[in-house]
């Protein structure tokens, strides 16, 4: 398996790293030359299943960067880091760091359009509006970035390594003053059978404080060489190796829906499970339905592979600002319950 070769002179240290390249001032691939060609492009495709689903559309980077306006700080109308500008500087860190693989353009889903008028068409009735009139931006977005050079093979299924992030507005406070803004980054795999996204511990940084693209491009640089591929991958491969009884699954989904309305003491002492009653009841019906993780004929057990992927399946249906929560969630649940079956105590309420 390839591995990621550290970039001379980066450290982890967000607030403190010296800019790669000693760059004095980060810029961003989109301010390049007209001869380099680094520019993500247009990535919209029919062929492949949405790695998230629910209520979200797929855009373009264009589509981001030229239709769509970008919201400021109300109090001192300073501009927040807009979505393309986001994503243009994740892609640029995977680039550095993955340097001699093959970086896909990035796919990009939206939700929560948020609409408005120019000034000049306030007074105009709706159907009198020209598109010109318009301003749309998006609340929340979520990309992902392929990298396929760098794959692995567990059950048949080919993984590849994928990086990407989220913005959600809804998050800031754009009533006040500019501070910092808050952004979600990870590197993990794509499952190719089904898109769904595998997320590790050290492979997510689920709030990144950033007031500038540079040290955006820095948080990204480094999760990407603190990110232990490898121990990821044995982590997913030793589910293979589990099996859980019809009887246990049918416990874990009984006690899963019991959890949510556990009193909080008890809750406490167990560990997190963050899927909703929603999400287990579309995680039950793909036991029975989904040709490649549900149940095998009249077998009685089911890989903890499978229902690992079950559970990832069933994420695509959260919202853009709890999908990467959920996604290692699902992971830490499946590695938990693994332990379980084994003897251990932590997880054993959820299948006993």
């Known amino acids: ?54 209520n979200t559309k797929e855009v373009s980077v264009g589509h981001l960067k030229n239709e769509c306006i970008i919201p400021v700080f109300s109090k001192d109308n300073e501009v927040t880091i807009s979505h393309h500008s986001f994503i243009e500087a994740v892609y640029d860190a ?8 093959r970086v896909d353009n990035p796919d990009v889903r939206v939700s929560h359009i948020i609409k408005g008028r120019i000034p000049e068409a306030m007074d105009k009735p709706v159907n009198l509006l020209l598109d010109s009139d318009r301003t749309i931006y998006y609340e929340r977005m979520m990309f992902c970035i392929e990298i396929p050079t760098i794959f692995e093979d567990i059950a048949g299924n080919r993984l590849n390594l994928t990086i990407g992030g989220v913005r959600a507005y809804n998050q800031e406070n754009l009533y006040s003053r500019k501070t910092f ?3 979600k980054v990870f590197i993990g795999f794509k499952n190719m059978v089904c898109c769904n996204m595998c997320v590790s511990t050290d492979g997510y940084k689920s709030e990144v404080r950033a007031m500038s693209l540079g040290e955006l491009y820095r948080a990204a640089i480094g999760l990407f060489q603190s990110y232990s591929m490898d121990n990821h991958i044995q982590q997913m491969r030793r589910l293979e190796e589990y099996s859980i009884s019809e009887t246990q699954f049918a416990q874990f989904l009984g006690k899963s829906r019991m959890y949510q309305y556990l009193p ?16 287990i009841n579309l995680v039950t019906k793909a036991y029975y339905n989904d040709s490649n993780f549900g149940r095998n004929g009249n077998s009685k057990e089911l890989s903890m592979w499978k229902m690992y992927n079950l559970l990832t399946g069933a994420n695509k ?36």
Do not use: H
């Open 264 to 279: 909080n003491k008890e809750k406490k002492m167990l560990p997190e499970m963050l899927m909703t009653d929603t999400q």
């Open 317 to 352: 249906s959260s919202y853009i600002d709890s999908f990467l929560d959920r996604s290692l969630n699902a992971g830490e649940l499946s590695s938990g319950i693994c332990k379980a079956i084994k003897g251990d105590d932590e997880y054993s309420w959820f299948i006993r």
């Open 181 to 183: 803004e808050k952004f």
């Open 1 to 54: 398996m390839n591995q990621i070769a550290p970039v001379p002179g980066a450290v982890s240290n967000v607030a403190t790293s010296p800019i790669i390249d000693k760059r004095s001032e980060y810029k961003p691939y989109a301010v390049a030359s007209p001869e380099t060609d680094a520019t993500p492009k247009e990535n919209l495709s029919s062929k492949r299943l949405p790695f998230i689903e629910a």
């Open 94 to 101: 995977a680039n550095e760091v993955f340097r001699g693989e």
